[in-house]
């Protein structure tokens, strides 16, 4: 029996989709939850394209909406002096003779056309932006999904909003978009650790350098899980040891984790004999990361 851990956070990122994030993510938060021992937490922040509840199935209690503020100009007091437009580096406010436009979707919600207002004739005003999905996986998984609204550019506010939910007495899993660019480093910011899914060919090694250069530069720890291991070449293993990288655990390229991943069957389900190298790859992170 594993002792009851301190709150944990453990993003789980990838240069590129395809890698095994997601099948990684959900199968380490159904072994921790299945062991007993831990308060277990997945945060799916893929939120232009979420799909873990496809791995752990929950039953989904409540949807919140994610709001940002935008501004709303009152005409009536508009003298169309043009500060707000010339504040705005995202380009959502234009003054055209004798009208003020926005337009919402580009509006980075920072308030500063205003504050700049001489007028005071610009109001903030709530627009919904996306939802996060609360509700509970078995063995008593806590759950929760951002979902960015279609035609949404800025996935920011919702990975934000998702991470609101972590909680202090919890091991917490959070699956990260993919890539490198601002979502996954939303993400994966403030994590305790970070584990790197890549995938032993030349694509998942460039991506992997790019992946490693984006945590390093967040200055959190992180270490390398191989999926699909077997294939490809000895690219990513050559590339983690010429760079002190610890490679976790390896995943090797094997049908039945294909099968089970294509009936939506969890890995912890389908190969039960995945839990105890799963929760060996926990403990491994929290040792790490409790290290003086």
């Not at 972590?166 to 660019?181: M, N």
Request: charged share 20%; hydrophobic share 40%.
């Amino acid at each position: 029996m594993r002792s009851h851990a301190p709150r944990l956070t453990l993003s789980v990122a990838s240069g590129k989709g395809g890698t095994g994030k997601t099948l990684v993510s959900t199968a380490l938060a159904k072994a921790l939850a299945a062991s007993g021992s831990y308060n277990v937490q997945l945060l799916d922040c893929d939120v232009e394209e979420p799909n873990a509840d496809l791995l752990l199935h929950p039953r989904i209690q409540h949807n919140q909406p994610v709001e940002v503020l935008i501004p709303k100009v009152k005409e009536a007091l508009c003298t169309h002096c043009g500060l707000c437009a010339q504040f705005c580096q995202s380009s959502a406010i234009a003054v055209i003779r004798d009208a003020a436009i926005t337009f919402p979707e580009l509006c980075s919600s920072c308030g500063g056309c205003a504050l700049v207002c001489p007028e005071d004739a610009i109001a903030e005003v709530p627009r919904q932006v996306g939802t996060v999905a609360k509700g509970l996986a078995e063995p008593g998984i806590e759950f929760y999904q951002g979902r960015l609204r279609v035609g949404e550019h800025r996935a920011t506010p919702t990975i934000r909003a998702t991470k609101e939910f972590i909680a202090a007495d919890s091991v917490t899993v959070i699956d990260a978009p993919p890539g490198t660019a601002c979502p996954m480093q939303e993400t994966v910011e403030d994590s305790d650790f970070c584990i790197l899914v890549t995938e032993p060919t030349p694509f998942g090694l460039s991506d992997l350098r790019l992946s490693v250069d984006t945590v390093r530069a967040l200055g959190v720890p992180f270490g390398v899980v191989i999926n699909r291991d077997g294939i490809g070449d000895a690219g990513v293993a050559d590339y983690c040891d010429e760079q002190g990288i610890e490679v976790l655990l390896r995943v090797p390229q094997d049908r039945a984790i294909g099968e089970a991943y294509s009936r939506g069957t969890n890995l912890v389900d389908a190969l039960p004999q995945w839990r105890e190298p799963l929760l060996a790859l926990h403990d491994a992170i929290a040792s790490r990361v409790s290290a003086p």
